[in-house]
T-cell receptor
Framework: DQQVKQNSPSLSVQEGRISILNCDYTNSMFDYFLWYKKYPAEGPTFLISISSIKDKNEDGRFTVFLNKSAKHLSLHIVPSQPGDSAVYFCAASVASGAGSYQLTFGKGTKLSVIP | DAMVIQNPRYQVTQFGKPVTLSCSQTLNHNVMYWYQQKSSQAPKLLFH???????NEADTPDNFQSRRPNTSFCFLDIRSPGLGDAAMYLC?????????????FGDGTRLSIL
């Protein structure tokens, strides 16, 4: 069963407008949430993260909101730019018993920003 | 630039013929991870090394093995690839006990099975 869900496989937004990507999770033990961005033929690159004890984290045009009671997070991109067109993965982190931490990923949302 | 490098980028092998994928890192991270990603699916963790300690995920098939001869290198061995093993394989590195520090990914190896 998927512990991290991104229910929208794709999203199209006009350049300059806001992009909102959503993510839901089921495991209340997750302690950090991360967003990764992936261009074709490249590996995922880290974008922004949020601790489970926070409800908002902002970095330039990117803001992540966490609603812990709803087990929901969202990534806002304002303003959207054509270079933001990529697949966005939501990931959740939990410490493993082995002393490291593990990520559980969603299936990703493909964002297309239309000039 | 410090980075995670995967070789080769594309690998074609025959059904049942062993194949090895390679990953190297210059980040000096304690932990190295291997993920499998099939088309339109989430990357799925296969196993990871914390220094020399190997940690297998419960549902990773026995067909998949890994070696980490030193801090910089990690290998994924598929002993008898089946058609269902065709996928993108991603290597990542991370720091121990640093949940707020992101994993760093290589660009992946796309494996095809004939």
């Amino acid at each position: 069963d998927q512990q991290v869900k991104q229910n929208s496989p794709s999203l199209s937004v006009q350049e300059g407008r806001i992009s909102i990507l959503n993510c839901d999770y089921t495991n209340s033990m997750f302690d950090y949430f991360l967003w990764y961005k992936k261009y074709p033929a490249e590996g995922p690159t880290f974008l922004i993260s949020i601790s489970s004890i926070k409800d908002k984290n902002e970095d330039g045009r990117f803001t992540v909101f966490l609603n812990k009671s709803a087990k929901h997070l969202s990534l806002h991109i304002v303003p959207s730019q054509p270079g933001d067109s990529a697949v966005y993965f939501c990931a959740a982190s939990v410490a493993s018993g082995a002393g490291s931490y593990q990520l559980t990923f969603g299936k990703g949302t493909k964002l297309s920003v239309i000039p | 630039d410090a980075m995670v490098i995967q070789n080769p980028r594309y690998q074609v092998t025959q059904f049942g013929k062993p194949v090895t994928l390679s990953c190297s890192q210059t980040l000096n991270h304690n932990v190295m991870y291997w993920y499998q990603q099939k088309s339109s699916q989430a990357p799925k963790l296969l196993f990871h090394y914390y220094d020399k300690d190997f940690n297998n995920e419960a549902d990773t098939p026995d067909n998949f093995q890994s070696r980490r001869p030193n801090t910089s290198f990690c290998f994924l061995d598929i002993r008898s690839p089946g058609l269902g093993d065709a996928a993108m394989y991603l290597c990542a590195t991370g720091e121990v006990r640093r949940a707020n520090q992101p994993q760093h990914f290589g660009d992946g190896t796309r494996l095809s099975i004939l």
